[in-house]
């Protein structure tokens, strides 16, 4: 099978198609039909239900790479039988810039001030050598240390294994999580969401956190109890939180989380769509380099994980 | 004259005498009344009024550290007999920090987001190679590079002097600044209040701006003309505000910046009084080391200049 003969499917979102078709001609491969393609560049993050349809009649295709870093929505769709590679990783750095806003503006008191109709007392904490406790040690992890390193904040990294994690203060697995967890001035959710992590921060581990403590997740919604973050929040046990991302999402209108002063929502924008075209673009144009080449692929899925 | 002995006053504010006390023994010196001291160290930022009545009863000072990095309203109190110094440059980490939550807060529209109370659209635009217009080239602008270098923005930095400032991607004379904000996403004030540099952002240079280019002040509330920020804001001449400083200040009750939502106050926390304290402390302990020693001392004023 040609490696140069690529398949980029579907086209039902125009830019991104568009851009990757570009990436794929930039790395030196030519843009086929899917009959006659070695790979397939999945082109539309939104079209999982479409995904088997457009790839069995391909029995040809090795590689599949996916947009996104996270994969839930195809997970049960993948088999052994294929390369599979995802986003992950390129997405960092601005999922990282998320993280850094949120902790700021939690620091600084931005909400309560945003809200403001007169002169406030003073508030604020500084984020120079705070405590922070990062569940998961993936690339969004790699890229906020790099942006914060001029900080130096005395970082927990709780991750699966208990392989140090470079750079922090020390590393723990999550058998340890309320202990890991209990010491910070906020508490960062960067996780992929598997059967382990889905639910990790439920009323226990939010009574193991301090009180003027912040909950900050850019993971999935699912990590998070959401019933059970209502409470902390109404009840002052933890003293504010910031999502990018809910249970159930997007949050339905007048849901309790919408009317809490200590809760801010963003709309899973650690990266928006305008951000992160150019960055998956550049993860295809390498990968199809690199395949075309015969060398390893960037960002491969571990199907057994689901990540 | 014995330069050991060293006078902390008045005791005004017990929190700051304390840890002025406690500095100045650190350092080796001997708290005496001013009128055996040397040197006096002012330990109370809000009675520049007391300031001549402690003073000139004790024409042995010869050196007076004062609190705070800007000294307008010591100003008109300074003579050229003395060596006068302040704390300029100890609160500039802080004070970058709060620079850096502006601009990521205002990149990422955390205030629309936290007035929100449903699903909103993607709105943001990263930091990371981002054009940024400092105007002013002191301990800030130093510390708000160092801790946003690793986000590779083009940065203009906008001076009195025309000498290159190291790390800025340009340097512009204060004459040409309307050019050098004109291109920039955030143009950020952290300069010092002088004839010169009162009412610098005017409606013409908010003209000057982008549309789309927000204004950050953490420098004086005097640097702003409000009125024309207001006009600003409202007609959609600039994209957004966050001030730290304002004038008047405090901004009082119903002043039409409290009612923008594309404005967000801060109560002059760029450094709280509790971030401070430690900082003015430290600076308080280098400085009598540096004068029983007779080393130069740091963070001089330039009694011609006001700062």
Sequence with gaps: MDRHLIAVEPATRPAMHEIMVAAVEEAGGTVVPIEQASALMFADPMAANAFRGILDPAPNVE???LPYAGIETF??????????????????APVAEWILTAVLASFRAIPRYVRATSWQSQEGRDLRGAKLAILGGGGITDAFMELTAAFECDVTVVRRRDTPYPGAS??????????AISDADAVIIALSLTEETTGIIDAAALAAMRSDAFLLNVGRGGHVV???LVDALRNG???????????????????????????????????TAEMGLPLIAGRVRDNVARWIAGDDLLG???VDLGY
Aim: aromatic share 6%; net charge negative; glycine share 6%.
């Design 63 to 65: 590689w599949v790479q």
């Design 75 to 92: 997970s049960h769709n993948l088999d052994t039988d294929r390369i599979w590679t995802c986003g992950k990783g390129v997405y960092a």
């Design 170 to 179: 020390r590393t723990m697995t999550t058998d340890h999580l309320h202990q």
């Design 226 to 228: 959401t019933a059970d």
């Design 237 to 271: 046990v933890i003293q504010g939180a910031v999502l990018d991302v809910t249970d159930p999402e997007p949050l339905p209108d007048g849901h309790p989380l919408w009317h809490l002063d200590n809760c801010v929502i963003t709309p899973h924008v650690g990266n």
């Design 300 to 302: 491969p899925v571990n």
